[in-house]
């Protein structure tokens, strides 16, 4: 059974930072891309940032370039995010999700797998 476990969440000021961390068990989690989304109360589902098995591809959606960095570690089997400069339009439960393929992708239905969630909020 494939696991994934959020932590890192929490209340920070605008201007501040946070590192969010994806844990994984049960598969073989070097040969599928991982991703980030977020829900906003009353909005939809949204795309943050992606990384490919590898590490050598990451794409970010544009509300978050530049602020935001995806990594992985597959020695460890976790996926941080790291999230700097944050303003209170990011306030959202974030989401990790495990891709079906190597590759890195912003559709969420490419995404087998997912976390139950951390919240993040970031106070004006």
């Known amino acids: 059974q494939v696991q994934l476990v959020e932590s890192g969440g929490g209340l920070v000021q605008a201007g501040g930072s946070l590192r969010l961390s994806c844990a994984v068990s049960g598969r073989t989690f070097s040969d599928y891309a991982m991703g980030w989304f977020r829900q906003a109360p009353g909005k939809e589902r949204e795309f943050v940032a992606a990384?490919?098995?590898?590490?050598?591809?990451?794409y970010y959606a544009d509300s978050v370039k530049g602020r935001f960095t995806i990594s992985r570690d597959n020695a460890k089997k976790t996926v941080p995010l790291q999230m700097n400069n944050l303003n209170p339009e990011d306030t959202a439960v974030y989401f990790c999700?495990?891709?079906?393929?190597?590759?890195?992708?912003?559709?969420?239905?490419?995404?087998?797998?997912w976390g139950q969630g951390t919240q993040v909020t970031v106070s004006s």
């Open positions: 999700a495990a891709g079906a393929t190597h590759r890195a992708t912003m559709a969420p239905y490419e995404y087998a797998y």
């Open positions: 990384v490919s098995w590898s590490g050598g591809t990451t």
